[in-house]
């Protein structure tokens, strides 16, 4: 199964359950995605990170991830969806998903479905399933719609699993506004006072609802988020360290060089040697 929808705009959402055989969905870097295992296994190479689904776990990526599904045994679901469908960051307001569900960190949204959680998604999914067989006007907004709910029941899921009571709302929405300023400033601003400053809090106060939320330090998200733009540019692009250093906001290369040995705990060139010898990348 194989259901698409484009709009004028060059909105897409699609819900497939063979995403490994599908090359267009596979090579559409513009996509969010939630991989939903439903029976069975599915093992998912993310950035070359291989994870392993149980039945009823689902993640969700963004568009920054590369997936592919290595192995499943079973029956599993992805439903994709790109900005101009509908816009996360845009929408926050409706949805309060965007640096939570969805970041560009390596840091990967896991979660688990107790059979309540099941029957409300198969609901949505069985909406979904029905809407992309209608040919009319409205269509596009059902869909949307529907991919809104979706969004909004796997939020409240994620919340639960981080016990978010409706009185830590507030604080918890600057954790996610923090994400979202790491996605959007990495490349030019590395230290925390500098997120600090821009969401009117201290750092220690921002240490503080991290470590309240089980979250790594804030500083390490940084670090994350700069070690996974250079792991994926490594991956997937033809940039030279040089250039990769440049492009990230470093003075040079090799301060850019220690970051990654300091992150990683491997030098660059080590790095790409494993990507080599395990056929990851060309030599």
């Not at 599915?42 to 993640?59: C, K, M, R, S």
Request: charged share 25%.
């Amino acid at each position: 199964m194989e259901l698409r929808f484009s709009t004028k705009l060059q909105g897409s959402i699609a819900l497939t359950d063979s995403f490994h055989t599908s090359k267009p969905l596979r090579e559409d870097d513009s996509l969010y995605k939630f991989i939903w295992s439903r029976k069975g296994k599915t093992v998912i190479n993310v950035d070359h990170q291989v994870i392993t689904l149980q039945e009823n776990d689902i993640v969700s990526l963004t568009n920054l991830h590369h997936l592919e599904i290595e192995e499943h045994d079973g029956e599993y679901l992805t439903l994709l969806f790109n900005s101009n469908f509908y816009c996360i960051y845009g929408n926050d307001h409706e949805v309060s998903c965007s640096g939570f569900l969805f970041n560009g960190t390596s840091r990967i949204m896991h979660f688990q479905l107790s059979e309540e959680e099941q029957s409300t998604c198969e609901a949505i999914i069985a909406g979904l399933q029905s809407e992309f067989q209608e040919n009319d006007n409205l269509k596009e907004e059902m869909l949307r719609i529907l991919l809104k709910h979706f969004i909004i029941h796997a939020t409240r899921i994620a919340r639960k699993n981080l016990h978010i009571t409706p009185d830590m709302e507030e604080s918890f929405n600057t954790v996610r506004r923090f994400y979202v300023l790491v996605d959007q400033h990495f490349k030019e601003r590395k230290q925390v006072q500098d997120y600090a400053d821009m969401l009117c809090k201290s750092p220690k106060t921002l240490s503080h609802l991290f470590s309240l939320y089980n979250l790594n330090s804030p500083l390490k998200v940084i670090h994350q988020r700069v070690e996974a733009e250079a792991k994926r540019l490594l991956l997937y692009s033809s940039m030279t360290a040089k250039e990769i250093a440049h492009f990230l906001g470093f003075e040079d290369q090799a301060s850019f060089s220690r970051f990654f040995r300091k992150v990683s705990g491997e030098s660059v060139t080590q790095y790409k040697r494993q990507l080599k010898e395990s056929g990851k990348i060309d030599n």
